[in-house]
């Protein structure tokens, strides 16, 4: 997504960003309160008839209460979310140190508590988690305890003409999937990489994938269990037949087969062991959450799937925008290859295009492999430098290593095709709010610290007589080798004119480590050259490659608001013609008659068709817009001095280099060698 630069505070926005906050609270707190009283017998004897009662209409069936209760009240926060975000960057407050100072106590909370197992997790993460599992805990237990009570040896005989264990064992496998639900109703939501409910919450995607993770696994352990202990209960009571059926109305047995496999051959690659030693067999395999979601909602279907539609309904929207983003071609202007097998690769950009320091994209070469996207970060800054949005990419990994050989062979390239999403990243930063900024780095983990002190360059060369200047900043950095050093030369742009005038204003410390040698690799003082060679690269783009932009336009959220909410409503609107005047004549409400199966497809497929319709009418719109842009753009770069002539696309151009910063940056640089940083 985009962070538009902010205007000046204007109160009648504040107003409308406080009167948001306020009714996303309050919707928010009666869906989770929903959650709450679903397992208990006031919610299921008697508002849930009363509400269905009211609701249950010609045009949505019992469908139209499961959309009221779980579905439109996430859709209508990610909307407002969306207005949200909009205002909060045109009216919201600055990251100043005064606004940072009322919220002592929200520092308190994010401090790390758990650094190993669950990953880094913060107090306020923990504090969610207990009480997300606390919730299942008291759904299971009201479930199990309101159903056993009612099994009695006699009413087990006369019902089901089993055992009491064995109708328990039949009722504990029904709720274990029932609850089971409350997991998956948030699974997608940490993945959707440019939801607006993320950002609300003061999250990113790339924080939030270990909460995809943590839920993940309790949903296949939940939903692993409660397959399991149907088949041992229909070969206990020798029905084993029940594993193939696929009824017409009701549940779908066969169906949950088939999505219970998919997820457990999902799940089976996501262990961190194996995850690590193939990643490709995990990606590859993740994709079968396709399979997933389809049979599951075969299973259980359309009315009870509205349960979980809303974050798939978001992840399906931001999957869609990220397909159309990804079509089409990046210019990728200029490489600069480093000694270190690193590579800095420049791409030309809209200056409309805006995100905050620290933020990713991810990367596509279709010369290298056509599936395989690589998330980087980027280390420029779209303040300092406005047509040319960088990322740092180390040789480590074989993806990485071919793309290091292809640009550093002796024959040079003319073009790469590359294909981008993205930018994603945080929707403000709180660097600035602390009196003092300290960044440790190990290896290519400098990266997204580069993007911070270039942001904290721009702060220093524009800022006027009575702006503070930005927090003193100390970087830490190891590496093993002397060669790595260079990575450093990169702190300063390639692209925008420096200006060594302003850098006194900034207050930079700069220590680094080199683990490996005892000492410098030549004779010479340690602030001497090393004579290694940086080559840097210019290319000549091909014609249908296009600057980097919003996929929405420079209003990003704006649009999003309106492809959830029109999409939303398409869908209402045809579902409901489609129901009174199809499917009601034939079933009356009763679903007894009209195939669940066929009522699920019918409904996945106008999601996905309104969904594709709102977003491609949006991304064409923005497109149509950014034409003349574009153009501009690709006149700037061709009146550039680099490329005043076609020869000087695709030759290389060498310097010699020192190992350390360029010269405005070595006064504040120190090398040490043969130890590691004490962090004590």
Not at 60 to 85: D, H, N, R
Not at 366 to 395: C, M, R, Y
Not at 520 to 531: G, I, S, V
């Amino acid at each position: 997504m985009v962070v538009n630069r902010s205007s000046p505070p204007f109160h009648g926005g504040v107003s409308v960003i406080r009167a948001i906050i306020v009714v996303v609270t309050v919707v928010f707190l009666g869906y989770l309160f929903f959650w709450i009283m679903a397992p208990t017998n006031v919610y299921r004897q008697t508002w849930s008839p009363k509400i269905r009662a009211k609701t249950n209409s010609t045009f949505f069936g019992t469908q139209g209460t499961t959309i009221l209760i779980y579905t439109f009240p996430i859709l209508f926060i990610a909307v407002l979310g969306c207005l949200y975000l909009h205002f909060q960057t045109r009216y919201g407050s600055n990251n100043t140190k005064s606004n940072w100072k009322k919220h002592k106590v929200a520092i308190l909370w994010k401090r790390p508590v758990i650094v190993k197992g669950l990953g880094i997790v913060s107090s306020i993460e923990l504090a969610f988690f207990i009480m997300f599992i606390a919730l299942l805990v008291w759904s299971l237990s009201n479930y199990l305890r309101d159903s056993f009570k009612n099994i009695t040896p006699q009413s087990a005989a006369a019902e089901y003409g089993n055992k009491v264990w064995e109708v328990k064992l039949g009722t504990a496998a029904f709720w274990l999937g029932v609850v089971g639900n409350i997991c998956l109703a948030f699974l997608f939501f940490p993945v959707t990489r440019g939801s607006s409910v993320l950002p609300l919450l003061g999250l990113t995607s790339e924080a939030s994938v270990k909460y995809h993770i943590w839920l993940g696994h309790i949903t296949m352990i939940l939903f692993t269990a409660h397959g399991v202990c149907f088949v041992i209960y229909w070969v206990v009571i020798n029905e084993s037949s029940e594993m193939v059926k696929w009824a017409k109305v009701g549940v779908s047995n066969v169906a949950g087969e088939i999505s219970l496999v998919a997820g457990l051959g999902l799940w089976a690659t996501t262990f961190p062991r194996l995850r690590r030693k193939a990643f490709e067999l995990f990606f590859y395999t993740h994709h079968l959450y396709i399979f997933f979601v389809i049979f599951y909602i075969f299973h259980v279907g359309i009315s009870y799937s509205c349960t979980i539609l809303p974050g798939f309904y978001l992840f399906v929207v931001d999957r869609f925008l990220r397909f159309l983003q990804s079509r089409q071609g990046v210019r990728l202007v200029s490489a600069r290859v480093l000694p270190s097998e690193t590579l800095e690769l420049n791409f030309s950009k809209t200056p409309d295009l805006s995100y905050t320091p620290t933020s990713i994209l991810f990367m596509n070469v279709p010369a290298i492999s056509k599936l395989q996207w690589h998330p980087f970060t980027i280390n420029s800054d779209s303040s300092l430098e406005t047509e040319i949005v960088s990322v740092i990419i180390k040789g480590e990994g074989s993806w990485t290593k071919k793309l290091y050989q292809m640009l550093s062979s002796p024959s040079p390239l003319h073009h790469l095709g590359v294909s981008i999403e993205g930018p994603y990243g945080p929707f403000s930063t709180h660097f600035l709010r602390h009196d003092a900024l300290v960044m440790v780095s190990g290896g290519s983990g400098v990266t997204p610290f580069i993007s911070i002190i270039r942001h904290l360059i721009f702060l220093s060369q524009t800022r006027s007589a009575t702006t503070p200047p930005p927090p003193p900043a100390f970087l830490i950095c190891a590496f093993k080798n002397s060669s790595d050093l260079s990575v450093l030369d990169l702190l300063l742009p390639i692209s925008t004119p420096f200006s060594p005038h302003y850098l006194p204003d900034l207050n930079l410390q700069i220590e680094a480590f080199v683990t490996r040698e005892p000492e410098p690799t030549t004779t010479e003082n340690r602030h001497d050259h090393l004579h290694l060679k940086i080559q840097t690269l210019w290319f000549n783009p091909s014609a249908s490659a296009s600057p980097l932009s919003p996929v929405l336009g420079p209003n990003s959220w704006l649009w999003l608001g309106a492809i959830v909410s029109s999409s939303f409503v398409m869908f209402l609107i045809l579902i409901g013609l489609l129901t009174r005047y199809y499917i009601f004549p034939i079933d009356h409400n009763t679903n007894q008659i009209y195939s669940y199966s066929a009522r699920a497809a019918i409904n996945g497929l106008i999601i996905c068709a309104c969904i594709a319709g709102a977003g491609s009418a949006a991304f064409s719109w923005n497109k149509k817009g950014r034409g003349r842009e574009t153009k501009q753009v690709q006149n700037l770069e061709g009146a550039s001095p680099a490329a005043a002539t076609a020869e000087s696309r695709g030759v290389i151009a060498e310097r010699e280099l020192e190992s350390l910063p360029q010269p405005s940056l070595a006064h504040c640089t120190n090398v040490h060698y043969g130890v590691r940083p004490d962090l004590k």
